[in-house]
C-alpha cells in the first residue's frame, strides 16, 4: 500500500452519488491527510488579500472601487498587477503608474481571473520541477473551463475558470508537503499508463480530491467550488451541466493536449484521449467539430498562458 496502510486507516469511503453532493471526509481520511502533508499547520491560512480576490471574483456586483483596494491593500499584488497592465498583453503605448490606471486598462473580467491566478500561484510555492507542468495544466483547465461555460453557463464564466484553476489544489499542497511521496504517484503515472488518482489510490486510502476537499473545508469555499474541487472525476451524469462537471470536461480536454504535462506522461494522454469522445459529447461538440474545437483550446493556451502564469513581461 505504500505510505498509508488501508488496515490502519480503513477504506475510502464511497463517492458521492450525485455530482452535486460533496460529502463530509471521514475522520481517519482526514487523519490520514494530514499525517502525509505533515500534520493540521500544513494547510496554510489564505493570504487576507488573496481571500478578498477569491470573493470579488465570484460577486456579479463588484465594481472596480472594490478591486481597487484590494490591490492597494497588498505591496506584492499591487506590484504584479501593475506589471501585468503595462505588459505586452496590454500594450497601449502608456505605461500605467497607479493601480486604478491599471485596472482600468485590464478590465473588471479580465481582472478577476488574472487576480485569481497570481494570487493562487503563491500560496504553495515549490521549486521542484513538477510544480511548473501542474500549474500549467491547472492554467489550461480553467481557460478550457471558462470558453465552455462561456457557451453553456455564461453567467458563471469567470466562476468555471475559478473552479478549474482550484480543481487539483490537492496535489499542489501534496508536491510542496511531501514531495517523496509525490514522486512515487507521478512514477506510476510515468511507467504504468495509471491516472493520478488510480496512483493515488494504489497508495493512500484517499487521492487528490480528497486532499482538496480538505482545503477547500479550511478555507471555507462554498459548496459549488468545493464541488468542482471533490467531483471533478466522477461518472458523466444527466441534466443540466454542473460546474464540477465542465471542469471533468475541460480535465480531460487538457490532458489530451497534453497541456502540462512532461513528455513522459504519453502513456497517460492516451488513456485521456479515449476519455475525449465522451466529454466532448457532453459538452455539446460533436465529432465533425471536434478538430477545430481541440484547436481552439490549444491556441487559447498558447496565446493566454504566459498572462495567466505570472509570467507576462512589460
Known amino acids: ?80 498587477v501593475l506589471r501585468i497592465a ?13 493601480i486604478e490606471e491599471a485596472v482600468i486598462v485590464i478590465g473588471i473580467n479580465e481582472l478577476r481571473c488574472l487576480l485569481n491566478s497570481n494570487t493562487l500561484s503563491e500560496i504553495f510555492p515549490s521549486k521542484h520541477p513538477a510544480r511548473a507542468h501542474l500549474w500549467a495544466h491547472d492554467i489550461a483547465t480553467a481557460l478550457i473551463s471558462k470558453s465552455i461555460a462561456q457557451r453553456l453557463k455564461p453567467a458563471k464564466a469567470d466562476f468555471a475558470f475559478l473552479a478549474g484553476l482550484m480543481h487539483d489544489i490537492g496535489k499542489l499542497l501534496l508536491l510542496q508537503r511531501n514531495k517523496e511521496e509525490f514522486e512515487k504517484i507521478v512514477k506510476l503515472v510515468e511507467n504504468q499508463g495509471m491516472t493520478f488518482c488510480e496512483a493515488e489510490a494504489s497508495l493512500f486510502p484517499f487521492d487528490h480530491t480528497d486532499i482538496g476537499q480538505l482545503i477547500a473545508q479550511r478555507w471555507h469555499f462554498g459548496g459549488e467550488l468545493t464541488a468542482a474541487i471533490k467531483l471533478h472525476h466522477l461518472p458523466w451524469d444527466d441534466g443540466e451541466i454542473s460546474i464540477a462537471q465542465i471542469v471533468k470536461a475541460a480535465d480531460i480536454i487538457a490532458h489530451s493536449l497534453g497541456l502540462g504535462h512532461p513528455r ?19 459538452i455539446g461538440i460533436s465529432e465533425t467539430d471536434r478538430k477545430g474545437a481541440l484547436d481552439n483550446f490549444r491556441r487559447q493556451f498558447e496565446g493566454e498562458f504566459e498572462l495567466y502564469s505570472g509570467q507576462a513581461e512589460s
Open 264 to 282: 513522459t506522461f504519453n502513456r497517460f494522454r492516451l488513456k485521456s484521449e479515449e476519455e475525449l469522445p465522451a466529454a466532448l459529447s457532453r
Open 1 to 80: 500500500m505504500g505510505f498509508l496502510s488501508k488496515t490502519l486507516f480503513g477504506s475510502k469511503p464511497a463517492k458521492a452519488a450525485r455530482s452535486g453532493e460533496v460529502r463530509e471526509l471521514a475522520p481517519n481520511i482526514t487523519a490520514a491527510i494530514l499525517s502525509l502533508v505533515g500534520g493540521s499547520k500544513a494547510i496554510p491560512p489564505m493570504p487576507a488579500a488573496a481571500q478578498k480576490a477569491f470573493q470579488l471574483s465570484i460577486d456579479p456586483n463588484a465594481e472596480a472601487r472594490d478591486f481597487i483596494d484590494v490591490i492597494e491593500s497588498d505591496e506584492s499584488l499591487s506590484a504584479r
Open 86 to 98: 503595462n505588459s505586452v498583453f496590454f500594450d497601449r503605448g502608456k505605461k500605467s503608474s497607479t
